[in-house]
């Protein structure tokens, strides 16, 4: 299994920013970077849901509640991706996953207040 370290999160008011970081530290970088990587959310009592994606090439995709305000970037030489809110919301309240193919970080809680 691999291991993926997210942070980042906190509490923010809404119109605010986090960044979010993950890291796969016991991964060589071979092996990173041969993988499409993602950012998902689960917010309490909802399911799991995509919110950004991150292809081999570089191609990012983002759910349509998230575009224009969020962004996700990856530098693979520190074997890490990024995900950088922006104009937050309380409905962002979720915690955050970070995915490598089949495997999962723990989460980091992102609470927005109004």
């Known amino acids: 299994q691999v291991q993926l370290v997210e942070s980042g999160g906190g509490l923010v008011q809404a119109g605010g920013s986090l960044r979010l970081s993950c890291l796969a530290p016991?991964?060589?970088?071979?092996?990173?970077?041969?993988?499409?990587m993602g950012w998902y959310r689960q917010a309490p009592g909802k399911q799991r849901e995509l919110v950004a994606s991150?292809?081999?090439?570089?191609?990012?995709k983002y759910s349509d509640s998230v575009t224009g305000r969020f962004t996700i970037s990856k530098n693979n030489s520190r074997k890490m991706i990024y995900l950088q809110m922006n104009n937050l919301k309380p409905e962002d309240t979720a915690v955050y996953y970070c995915?490598?193919?089949?495997?999962w970080g723990k989460g980091t809680l992102v609470t927005v207040s109004s």
């Open positions: 016991r991964l060589i970088l071979s092996t990173f970077v041969g993988q499409d």
């Open positions: 991150i292809a081999v090439g570089g191609t990012t």
């Open positions: 995915n490598w193919g089949t495997d």
